[in-house]
Structure formats: C-alpha cells, structure tokens
C-alpha cells in the first residue's frame, strides 16, 4: 500500500496547522510502516495506491486520479461551515443539494466545487461537527466519512503540569484577520490585561500586520515572533497565566489542544468546534458585544490562578496514523 | 533570479501536450541562464523570485505569494473557451459581469477570474487567447504576453524522407481530440490515418470505441500506441503525407507545431487558434458532428498533400525562453 499525501496550498506560502498536520501524519505513518510519498506533480513515474489529498480538490484532479486506478481519499477542513448556524447551514442546504441533485452533464458537475465530495472515495474531517455538514449540507453518504482526530506531538502531551509563573495571557497562532489578533489585542489594551502573542502573519507588509504592531508596547502586549522548537514553545505556554483564542472559526486547532495539553486553562470562542472538543471543561467568549468580552476578559484574567486546565485524552500522531491505515486498508479492500 | 514552475495537474495522472510544455521550458530557461524549480508544496524552506503558475492560479495563493514577495506570472490554457463561437463569448462576458457586479470579485472565487487582476503577467499561447483573457476575464492589456510553445530540434533539424501514404495523427485519444470521429471519417473517405498516441486511462470507455475500430480497418487505421523516441516521431512526421488534428478544443497544439517543424502540410480543425497561428498555410476542416463531411474534406486533403507548400517553421524552445527571461526580467522591474 503506498499512499501519495497531495496539498494544494504550498507550504513556503502559508505556514500553519495543515503544514503540521501533514508532517506529523506522514512521519507517523511511516513510523507504523505504511510507505507515504508526497506527490511530486512534475514526476510522471511517480506510483502511489491511494491519492490523499488534503484540503480542497478540483473534481478533475479526483476523476483523473481514479480514472488511473487510484482511491481517492481527501480531508477536508469545513473551518468556517462546522461553526455556522444551523439557519446558516439550512440555507446553505436549500442552494446546494439541488444543484448536486440536478440533472446536469457530467461536464457541468464537475464545475461544481461540492460535486468532489461525492466523487471521492473516502471523506476525512477532524470533527463531529464537520461530519454533520458533510452529511446534512452536501449529503455525502456517512459510511464514506471518517472522523479521525488531529494528534499531538508527544513534547506536548508529556508536557507535565504549568507553573503559569507569568502574568500574562498567551495567544498562540498566525497574526490575522482569522485569528481576530487586532481585535484581541486592542481589548487587551482596553481592559490593561497583559498578553503575549506568539506567532507570524502570512505578509509583514499587509496594512493588518502594522496595525496590529502598533499595538505592541512590551507591556500590556508583547509579541514572540514564530518559536522553531517545540520546547520553546511549551516553555512560553506553561509560563504564561492562561490561554486565549478568539478566532473567528477554527475547527480542529492544534495550537489549542497544545495549550491544553501544557496545562493552561482556556479562554476560547464559543463555537460547535470548541464545544465538542473542551465542553464544559473551558470558559467561552461571549456571542456578541465588545463590552461583554471586556467584562469576560477581566473575570477569566481574576479567576485564571484558580482554573483548572481541561482533562481530556491527546491522541498521538501514532495513533492518528493507525486510524487512518485502517481507513486505506478499508479503501483499498474495497476495490478487490 | 530563480523561478518557480508549479502546475497543480501531476504529470503521473495526466500525460499530454502541458508536460512536454513544462518541461521544455524548463530545460531551455536553464541553457540561458535562468534557475528554474518546480515547486515542491511541501518544502516550506523553499524560495524563488517569481512564482510561474500553469493553470489559473487560486487568488488567495496569488494574494499569499505576493505577499511573500513574489512576483506571480499565470499562465493558462484557454483550450475551451478559445474555442467557443463569438456568440457564446459575448454571452459568457456579460455573465461574468453581471456576476460580478452582484457578488463582487470575492464571491467569484470558485471561478478564480480575480486571478487574472492579481497576476503581474499573464502569459498566452497564442494571440486569439491573450485576447480572451481581457475580453473574458478583464486581464489588464498591459500585463498579458503572447509566448507560444516551442518545437524541440529534434524536429526542427529532421531530415527530409519521401512521404509515403499515411496521413497522421499525433494525440491522447480523448473525446475531446475526436480520434474516434476522425478515424470513422477516415474509413469512411478511405484515406489511410496513423494514429499515434495513447488514452488518459486504458478503462475509457471512448477509447475503447476507437481501438476496436481500429481493429475492424487495419488496412485504413493504424494504431500501435505512442512513440516515445523523439527521433523516431520525427522520422514518422516526415514520411506521412499530411497531419491531421481535428479536435474540438485546442490551445496550442504541440503535435501541430512539431509536424510543421518537419515541413508536413497540416489538416486543423476550424478553430481560432489555429487560423491564428498558421493563417493561411495550412488546410482547414470544420467541426462537425456529420462524418461525411469530415471525410470529404479528409480525402481533399489527401489528394492535394503532396503538392501543398508546408508551414512556416515555428521557434525553437531556447527562442520561448529568451522571450519569457525578457518578461521575468520585466516583471521583477515593476512595482505592483
């Protein structure tokens, strides 16, 4: 069985959760003996069995590669769709399943974007929440959907209790739009919380960036750049007070699930992806009202000493790798 | 200066005319002294000067890209839309902008049109497709550049032979192509055809159709698969009595273009590509789905070849590269 990992967001654009992600997959995967390739586009003697792509794919590429005998499997992350309401996802329902529905060419269809959900063999989302939407929105069959967690590096998950010396909040993550930073640190400064942000943005020349290094006084908000060793990074996170993240929709955030696993209680966005993964276990911002999230601050900043981190089990990329090899194994049965 | 090659169709699942493109290019950039990469997705510590996108280009990577400092040259093939009737053009641009003008250029995004405003240059085969990308996709003039294919030497310096009968065919047998047409034509007229080339995947059904066709004619149709020797294609261009490609759709046909660099007189589909490219030298055949009209015009090809003058020789691949080193020198001068 040999597995072709394919991506169509290079990683020298944009760094991130995906970038890790793949990484860690790949390397585990092989740590449990299962060959993995990534697919180098321009090498046409490349072989692989199974076509894993993650992220989006055009419909072409899905067809073609099954046209050549391959399985196509492809992980997919509905970041933004898992968070919407379900008016939101109702709506979105009533404009796509008929136009997957309708009698179209096949030329058409494959125009379609969603038409790939359905062209591929396998279907793989890290949530529960992101099964829905695959199931309820674009009705893709749920015997072709497997939910497989994100895993953990193990630095992380030996991590051991924080002494959360410091007095600051930590954020950890691109500096972007997505993540809200500019928003989040102008409430820092608001409501004279201490935080620490620790991250990069995609374009140290976009408006956003400078904006948001106005921001940074030293003081009320300091600012690490990108951290290269996983220890470094799990000395920032234990020494700080407590973590917040106040994207606008993440869905499975490994930076996240590193803070958990660092012993950090959490401040996070009140969304289905955090409610399935931390429940009760965490505080959440609330819906709406910068006044609101100024008071919500303050009280998670008091209250930080005395919280709890969550208690949960942090999967291992070994593990993550062993479900997936079971997910293939099942792809590749069958076609026989 | 170092460019970045990156395609997002894999050569190993899509043989054809854009591998053969890609890689000649390549080749010819480094002979005059331009360092060329494909883009490995998954190599973060990558860098180059400027990213050169076969295909249309997500915007949001445009956007990514550009913010890393790169210039972005996008290059697509305007196969299907290059060859739609004038009628159905117009109707598509007031689409488009109808669309645009309710949604804006973000909530185009699945078409990727935006790509064409972000790119600093746009390149296009031919003249009839530099056109298409203002007139359709409202690509600024300024930044759009005519470069076409090259032919390899091996073509360009073949020896003359004697023609013998066979008309030939160089091409993946694909709906698209119309091998299948042809070859009924073929028979039909009674004009021998070789048809040289192999399908996307041997379970096509339109394959199918053609390969036991080709078994009924032997005496008529000729099919042994590709020819991989390049010196042996060459040899095949020149003994055939005439070339024949009556495709649906073309961009710009490579097949074509070699066969004029071995001075074989061409028989093209009625397509704005190929009056643009070879005016009024080569013959022309209409596309139609009525077999004895395509025969008929198969057989006044036949009859008038060996007296035809041939095409004008095309340039050679170490000319496209010049040209394009020009453009890339030109677009790391501009400030975007």
């Given at each position: 069985?040999?597995i072709?990992?394919?991506?169509?967001?290079?990683?020298l654009l944009?760094?991130?959760?995906?970038?890790?992600q793949?990484e860690?997959t790949?390397?585990?995967l092989e740590?449990?003996?299962?060959?993995?390739?990534?697919?180098?586009w321009w090498?046409?003697?490349?072989?692989?069995?199974?076509?894993?792509?993650?992220g989006?794919?055009?419909?072409?590429l899905?067809?073609?590669?099954r046209?050549?005998?391959l399985?196509v499997?492809?992980?997919?992350?509905?970041t933004?769709?898992?968070?919407?309401?379900s008016?939101?996802?109702?709506?979105r329902?009533?404009?796509?399943?008929p136009?997957?529905a309708?009698?179209?060419?096949?030329?058409?269809k494959?125009?379609?974007?969603?038409?790939?959900?359905?062209l591929s063999?396998?279907?793989?989302?890290?949530?529960?929440?992101?099964?829905?939407v695959l199931?309820?929105?674009?009705g893709v069959?749920?015997?072709?959907?497997?939910?497989?967690?994100?895993?953990?590096?193990?630095a992380?998950?030996h991590?051991?209790?924080?002494?959360?010396?410091?007095d600051?909040?930590i954020?950890?993550?691109?500096?972007?739009?997505?993540k809200?930073?500019l928003?989040?640190?102008k409430?820092?400064?608001?409501?004279?919380?201490?935080?620490l942000?620790?991250?990069?943005?995609?374009?140290?020349?976009?408006?956003?960036?400078?904006?948001?290094?106005k921001?940074?006084?030293?003081k009320?908000?300091?600012?690490?750049?990108h951290?290269?060793?996983?220890n470094?990074?799990i000395?920032l996170?234990?020494k700080?007070?407590?973590y917040?993240?106040m994207?606008?929709?993440e869905?499975?955030?490994?930076?996240?699930?590193?803070?958990a696993?660092?012993g950090?209680?959490?401040l996070?966005?009140?969304?289905?992806?955090?409610?399935e993964?931390f429940?009760?276990m965490?505080?959440?911002w609330p819906?709406k009202?910068p006044?609101?999230?100024a008071?919500?601050?303050?009280?998670?900043?008091a209250?930080?000493?005395?919280?709890?981190?969550?208690k949960m089990?942090?999967?291992?990329w070994?593990?993550?790798?062993a479900?997936?090899s079971?997910?293939?194994t099942?792809?590749l049965?069958?076609?026989s | 200066?170092r460019?970045?090659?990156?395609?997002?169709?894999p050569?190993?699942?899509?043989?054809?005319g854009?591998?053969?493109?890609?890689?000649?290019?390549r080749?010819?950039?480094e002979k005059v002294?331009?360092?060329?990469d494909?883009?490995r997705w998954y190599?973060?510590?990558?860098?180059g000067?400027?990213l050169?996108?076969?295909?249309?280009l997500?915007?949001?990577?445009a956007?990514?890209?550009?913010?890393?400092?790169?210039k972005?040259?996008m290059?697509?093939?305007l196969t299907?839309?290059g060859?739609r009737?004038?009628?159905?053009?117009r109707?598509?641009?007031?689409?488009?902008?109808i669309w645009?003008?309710i949604?804006?250029?973000?909530?185009?995004d699945?078409?990727r049109w935006?790509?064409?405003r972000?790119?600093?240059?746009?390149?296009?085969?031919?003249?009839h497709?530099?056109?298409?990308m203002?007139?359709?996709?409202d690509a600024p003039?300024?930044k759009?550049?005519?470069?076409?294919?090259?032919?390899?030497?091996?073509f360009?310096?073949?020896?003359?032979?004697?023609r013998?009968?066979?008309l030939?065919?160089?091409t993946?047998?694909t709906?698209r192509k119309?091998?299948?047409?042809?070859?009924e034509?073929?028979?039909?007229a009674?004009?021998?055809?070789?048809?040289?080339?192999?399908?996307?995947a041997d379970?096509d059904?339109?394959?199918?159709?053609?390969?036991?066709?080709?078994?009924?004619h032997p005496d008529?149709?000729?099919f042994?698969?590709?020819?991989?020797d390049?010196?042996?294609l060459?040899?095949?261009?020149r003994?055939?009595?005439?070339?024949?490609?009556?495709s649906?759709m073309?961009?710009?046909s490579?097949?074509?273009l070699?066969?004029?660099?071995?001075?074989?007189?061409?028989?093209?589909?009625?397509?704005?590509?190929a009056?643009?490219?070879?005016?009024d030298?080569v013959s022309?055949?209409p596309?139609t789905?009525?077999?004895s009209?395509t025969?008929?015009?198969?057989r006044?090809?036949y009859?008038a070849a060996?007296?035809?003058?041939p095409?004008a020789?095309?340039?050679t691949w170490?000319?496209?590269a010049?040209?394009?080193?020009?453009l890339?020198e030109?677009?790391?001068?501009?400030?975007r």
């Amino acid at each position: 069985m040999k597995i072709l990992l394919n991506c169509n967001v290079p990683f020298l654009l944009a760094h991130g959760g995906a970038q890790i992600q793949i990484e860690q997959t790949k390397a585990a995967l092989e740590k449990i003996g299962v060959e993995v390739e990534y697919l180098r586009w321009w090498d046409d003697s490349q072989k692989g069995d199974i076509l894993h792509h993650i992220g989006w794919s055009e419909p072409w590429l899905v067809k073609l590669a099954r046209s050549k005998g391959l399985k196509v499997a492809m992980t997919i992350l509905l970041t933004a769709q898992c968070n919407y309401s379900s008016w939101q996802l109702f709506k979105r329902k009533l404009l796509i399943r008929p136009a997957l529905a309708a009698p179209l060419p096949d030329s058409l269809k494959t125009k379609l974007e969603w038409w790939v959900y359905h062209l591929s063999d396998q279907m793989i989302v890290g949530l529960e929440a992101e099964k829905m939407v695959l199931e309820k929105v674009y009705g893709v069959d749920e015997r072709r959907i497997a939910v497989i967690p994100l895993g953990l590096a193990e630095a992380y998950r030996h991590a051991g209790p924080a002494p959360r010396t410091g007095d600051h909040l930590i954020c950890s993550g691109t500096i972007g739009p997505a993540k809200n930073s500019l928003p989040l640190a102008k409430l820092a400064h608001a409501t004279s919380t201490p935080f620490l942000f620790v991250g990069k943005p995609f374009d140290y020349e976009s408006a956003y960036w400078r904006e948001f290094s106005k921001l940074v006084d030293g003081k009320t908000v300091k600012h690490h750049q990108h951290v290269s060793t996983q220890n470094e990074m799990i000395a920032l996170l234990q020494k700080a007070r407590g973590y917040t993240l106040m994207s606008v929709s993440e869905n499975w955030s490994l930076a996240a699930h590193e803070a958990a696993a660092c012993g950090l209680p959490m401040l996070l966005p009140d969304q289905r992806w955090s409610r399935e993964r931390f429940g009760n276990m965490v505080s959440y911002w609330p819906k709406k009202g910068p006044e609101a999230c100024a008071r919500v601050l303050k009280e998670f900043y008091a209250k930080c000493p005395g919280l709890p981190p969550p208690k949960m089990h942090f999967p291992s990329w070994e593990e993550v790798a062993a479900t997936l090899s079971t997910v293939y194994t099942r792809l590749l049965n069958k076609s026989s | 200066m170092r460019v970045l090659f990156y395609c997002q169709c894999p050569f190993s699942l899509a043989h054809g005319g854009l591998q053969i493109q890609i890689e000649q290019t390549r080749n010819a950039l480094e002979k005059v002294g331009v360092e060329v990469d494909y883009l490995r997705w998954y190599d973060g510590a990558q860098k180059g000067d400027i990213l050169h996108f076969f295909g249309r280009l997500a915007p949001e990577l445009a956007t990514l890209a550009q913010g890393k400092g790169m210039k972005v040259v996008m290059a697509e093939l305007l196969t299907e839309q290059g060859s739609r009737r004038p009628g159905i053009l117009r109707l598509q641009r007031y689409l488009f902008r109808i669309w645009r003008s309710i949604l804006g250029y973000r909530g185009t995004d699945i078409f990727r049109w935006e790509s064409y405003r972000l790119a600093d240059a746009c390149v296009a085969l031919t003249a009839h497709e530099a056109w298409l990308m203002t007139y359709q996709f409202d690509a600024p003039p300024e930044k759009v550049h005519v470069v076409p294919n090259g032919v390899e030497d091996v073509f360009l310096q073949s020896k003359s032979v004697t023609r013998g009968n066979w008309l030939v065919c160089t091409t993946t047998v694909t709906e698209r192509k119309r091998i299948l047409e042809l070859a009924e034509a073929a028979v039909h007229a009674k004009t021998p055809l070789w048809v040289i080339g192999r399908a996307y995947a041997d379970s096509d059904p339109y394959a199918a159709r053609f390969v036991e066709l080709a078994k009924r004619h032997p005496d008529l149709i000729r099919f042994d698969g590709p020819i991989r020797d390049r010196i042996l294609l060459a040899e095949a261009y020149r003994q055939a009595r005439g070339f024949v490609l009556l495709s649906a759709m073309e961009s710009l046909s490579l097949s074509a273009l070699e066969a004029a660099a071995c001075q074989c007189p061409l028989l093209l589909s009625d397509l704005p590509w190929a009056k643009t490219v070879f005016r009024d030298s080569v013959s022309y055949c209409p596309v139609t789905p009525d077999i004895s009209r395509t025969a008929s015009a198969l057989r006044k090809f036949y009859d008038a070849a060996p007296n035809l003058p041939p095409p004008a020789k095309p340039l050679t691949w170490i000319d496209i590269a010049n040209q394009l080193k020009t453009l890339y020198e030109g677009v790391l001068k501009t400030s975007r």
